[in-house]
């Protein structure tokens, strides 16, 4: 009797997590418009939804962040050798953030999203 | 019919007992859903081998018998996923809800260990009774393929 009960709540806890596993996309729709001066970048699928982003340097600019899906991403600028430039926010979609990120100077930098660092590409500053 | 010896078939449906492997199997199922939600890969993969583990604390046969086996297994594996996090893990608020799940989990995994399995000197003599045993099974097809 026992058993099957914790039987039958492991079942549905089991069930529960696979619900989680197929619920973590989100709808899809058009880019959003990137703030004046600045940047925009979307995450769906895990994955973001361009490779390359271009920015200001040597100003302060924004960067506007939509993540398409409830698994929690972020962006994160970093030069290859020392601590990031930025670290945004990290949150779970749908949703978005206007990240002001300060300025950086020109060159070129890498990005990412710090829970999946598979999720990463190249920021120019011009 | 099960395998399993008498004194751990009492032992398993005291409700101490019960409530500990419900612990167990709950907070199992809790971190697995916390990283099945992160999505990518090597969430889900760590998400699957949390409910797989899971599954295993419970299941009914001849996994009974080497129970003492999953249990080292679910804390290894909760410390791996802690010490992966420590070493490559974002920081956020969910990421520390998880990490004090595994910490808890490998806490009450550990006093199940000890209430089932008699600690760690008991858990050594299961596995070397596992290894004997394995070896007198290798050993018996061994001798029944020689050559007479």
Redesign the interface.
């Known amino acids: 009797m026992?058993?099957s009960i914790?039987?039958r709540?492991?079942l549905l806890?089991?069930s529960?997590?696979?619900v989680?596993?197929t619920?973590?996309?989100g709808a899809g729709g058009s880019p959003p418009l990137a703030p004046s001066g600045g940047a925009v970048i979307t995450a769906q699928g895990?994955a973001f939804d361009r490779q390359q982003l271009e920015v200001p340097a040597g100003r302060p600019f924004q960067l506007l962040f939509e993540n398409r899906?409830?698994?929690?991403h972020?962006v994160t600028i970093y030069d290859e050798a020392g601590p990031p430039l930025f670290v945004g926010e990290?949150f779970?979609g749908p949703g978005s953030r206007t990240y002001d990120v300060p300025a950086i100077p020109a060159g070129a930098y890498r990005f990412r999203c710090?829970?999946?660092?598979?999720m990463a590409g190249t920021v120019t500053a011009r | 019919m099960s395998t399993l010896p008498l004194a751990e078939r009492a032992q398993q449906f005291s409700p101490t007992a019960i409530v500990l492997r419900s612990l167990v199997v709950g907070l199992t199922l809790v971190t697995a859903t916390i990283h099945a939600q992160l999505g990518g890969l090597l969430f889900l993969a760590n998400a699957i081998g949390y409910t797989t583990l899971a599954l295993a604390m419970v299941a009914p046969g001849p996994i009974g018998q080497v129970r003492w086996l999953v249990r080292i297994g679910l804390i290894g594996f909760a410390a791996a996923t802690i010490g992966g996090w420590l070493l490559f893990g974002a920081r956020f608020p969910l990421a520390y809800v998880d990490k004090a799940v595994e910490v808890v989990l490998i806490a009450v995994v550990a006093v199940e260990l000890w209430r089932s399995d008699g600690g760690p000197l008991g858990v050594v003599r299961q596995a070397r009774g596992l290894v004997a045993r394995l070896a007198g099974r290798l050993t018996g097809t061994q001798a029944a393929r020689a050559p007479r």
Do not use: K, M, Q, Y
């Open positions: 026992t058993r914790l039987g709540t492991l806890l089991a529960g997590v696979l989680a596993c619920s973590a996309t895990i899906e409830g698994a929690p972020n990290i779970g710090d829970v999946h660092p598979e």
